[in-house]
C-alpha cells in the first residue's frame, strides 16, 4: 500500500469544460464492505466514483467491467464550488481496488486501497490534532502532518483504519489549511475515520470534507450554540470487523448554549449500544474533548462536567477505550470505572492491565503534526473525586487518573492492535525534536534525544486484558469457592480458550479442537459427601449468526487426582450421533460418598465438527458450570 497508484493513473480531459476535482478523501463506511469517498468540484456536475479491482486496469485505462456510484452533495458554504459524496458498497476482501471520481472525460487521477481479511484481528492508527495552521505556518504543519502520516503507514503498512481525535484545522472554514490537511497521499488509500474538535465546528467545511456513516445531525448532536447556518458535525457509528466504533459530537455539551447536552449524547451510545453492540466483541468510543488527559485542558469546566456526565454510563454501556484529542499531550488512563480508579493497586505504567466489569480506559493523543504542544501540569489541591486533578497516591507528579503522561515536544502517533482477547495500545514517536516540527522551529524547546529515543521508538506499551474477553471459543465466568467448603474456581482472568480454526474434513464438515480452561476442585468438608461438575453451551454466535451448541463435544479427564475425582462420559458432537452433545448438562467428574478430602483438577478435551454450510465467522459461546454437592 505504500506504493499505491497515488497519482499515476490520469485520465484525459476535456480542456474546454473540464471540472477541477480537488479535496479527494476516503473515509470509513457502514462495515469493513464499504468506502465513503468525499471530494470538492469546481462545477455543479453529475459525477460518480468508478471503481475496478487494480489488476485489471491496464496502461492506466478502467476496464468496461468498471463499477460506478453516483454521487450527490451541494455547494460549499465556505469557498466557491460543490461539495461530493458517494458509498461504494459491495467491496470483496483481499482485494486491492483502483478508483477515480468525476465523470466521463473529467476524470480525477486515480487512487488504490486495499481490503484484508473480513474476520479475525486487525490494526488501526490513531492520530492526536493535526490542527494545520496553529503555529503560524501553515505549511510546516502540513510538513509534519504528512511526515507522521508517512512515517506510521510504512511502519504499519497493513492497518486498516486511520482515527482521527478532532481539531484538523486551525480555522474550520480556512480553506487553505484544509488543502493542507488532506495533502497526505495516505488519506486516499487507507480510510480515515474523521472527529470533529472545537476547532472545526465553526462551520460547514468539516462535513464537506468528511461525509461519515451512519450520523444523527439532528439538533441534540449537531447543534453547538454556533450561529445559525454554521453547524457542523454529528454522532456516528459503526461496525469494523470486531469493533462497534461510537464517534461523537463532543463539543454539542452544553443546553445553555443550544447543544443537546452530555445528556443526549449518553442516550444515543445507550443506544446504540443496545443494537448494536452485539454485533462486535469491542466497544470503542471517540470524541475530541479528552476527560483524563495531563496538560491545559485537564481542568477545563466543561471536562470536569463531562466526567460526572459519561464515565459512570460508559462504564455500565460495557465500553473499552475512549480514544480523544484536544490537549495536544499523550496520557493513558488507569482503568477507570464508574468515574473513579478501579483497582487503587493498580501501578503506574503497567505493561498489563487487568480491567474488570466497567473498567475503561482513555487514552489522550499528543500532536500527529507537531504544529502545537500543551505541557503537563502539576496536580492540585482537587482531590482523587470524580472532578478532581489531585496527585496519584502511587505517582504524586502526575494526576490521580492517569497511569501515565508524557509531552516531549515531538510528534507521536498510538497504534492499536484489535485481537480477539486483548487490544494492544502504544504511543510511538513519529518524530525527533529535527524539522518538520513546527512548534521547535518556532522556538519551543525539546526533550527528546534521536539517539536514545528515535522515530520510530515506544513511548507507552499496554495490553489491555478485559475480565470478560471475547474471542474465537469458550468464555468461562465463575465465582470462587469459600474457604474451608466445597468448592470449584477458574481464575477469572485466564485466557480464553480457543478452537483456533476450523479445519474442513472429506469435503463435508468442519472440526475445531481444543482444551477447556482447567477447573480446581476443593472439599475439605468434614461429612466426606458426594459432588459432581457438570456442564453445558448456548448457541455459538458471530453478530446474527450462529449455530447449535450440539455440535460440541468432549472428552473429560483428571488431570490431578484428589477428592476422589473421577472423570465423567465422553460425550460426542451431535455431527457423528444426532444427539445433543454439550447443548444439555454434561458431567465432567464426580466423586462418590465417603471420598477424601483434598483437591483435584478437571479437564476436557474438546472437539467441534460442523457442517460446512455454516457460514464464515468468529463463533464464540459461553461455558456454564454447574456444582452439585449433598
Known sequence: MTAAVGSGLMATASAAESTTITGVILGVGANETQRVVTWYSSADTAQKIQLAPTAEIVNGEFPASAVSFDAVGGANTSTTGFNRHATITNLRENTAYSYRVGAEGNWSSAYAFKTQDFEGDYDFLFFGDPQIGS????????????????????????????????DHVESANDEGQWTSFLAP?????????????????????????????????????????NPAGTKSGGDYWFVYKDVLFIDINSNSYN?????????????YVTDVVNKHGAEAKWKVLVYHHSIYSPASHATDTDNKQRREDFTTAFSNLGIDMV?????????????????????????????????????????????????????????????TGIRGNGPDPLDPGKYWYNSVQNQEHVRSYVKVQVRGDKLVLANVRSGTCAAPNAAVEEGLSCTNTAEGQPVGSIVDNVTVHPYHGDGQAIQVNVPNPAPGEFGWTIDGYNGLVDLGVAQERNGTYFEANGKINPILVSDSRRSLAPWSISASVGDFQDGDKKFAGSYLGWTPYVLDGGAGAEA??????????????????????????????????????????????????????????TALSS
Do not use: C, M
Open 323 to 383: 480514544l480523544q484529542g484536544h490537549d495536544h499531550s499523550y496520557s493513558r488512563s488507569y482503568s477507570i470505572k464508574n468515574g473513579q480508579k478501579e483497582n487503587p493497586d493498580e501501578k503506574p505504567g503497567a505493561a498489563d492491565v487487568f480491567p474488570g466489569p466497567g473498567g475503561v480506559i482513555y487514552v489522550t493523543a499528543n500532536s500527529a503534526s507537531g504544529s502545537k504542544y500543551y505541557d503537563i501540569k502539576k496536580p492540585d489541591s482537587s482531590g
Open 568 to 625: 465423567g462420559a465422553p460425550v460426542l458432537s451431535s455431527y457423528d450421533d444426532q444427539g445433543k452433545g454439550l447443548s444439555v448438562s454434561s458431567g465432567l467428574g464426580a466423586a462418590v460418598q465417603g471420598h477424601p478430602r483434598g483437591g483435584a483438577k478437571l479437564g476436557a478435551d474438546l472437539d467441534l465438527k460442523i457442517p460446512d454450510s455454516i457460514a464464515k465467522g468468529s463463533y464464540r459461546t459461553t461455558l456454564t458450570i
Open 135 to 166: 503555529s503560524g505556518d501553515r505549511l510546516k504543519d502540513q510538513a509534519g502532518w504528512e511526515e507522521t502520516l508517512k512515517v506510521a503507514t510504512a511502519a504499519n503498512p497493513n492497518a486498516e483504519l486511520l482515527v482521527s481525535g478532532g
Open 255 to 267: 443546553p445553555a448554549t443550544g447543544g443537546g447536552g452530555d445528556a443526549a449524547h449518553v442516550a
Open 185 to 225: 497521499d495516505q488519506l486516499r488509500q487507507y480510510p480515515l475515520v474523521a472527529t470533529i474538535g472545537n476547532h472545526d465546528v465553526g462551520g460547514k467545511s468539516y462535513e464537506q470534507h468528511h461525509f461519515t456513516p451512519n450520523t444523527d445531525r439532528t439538533a441534540p448532536y449537531y447543534d453547538n450554540g
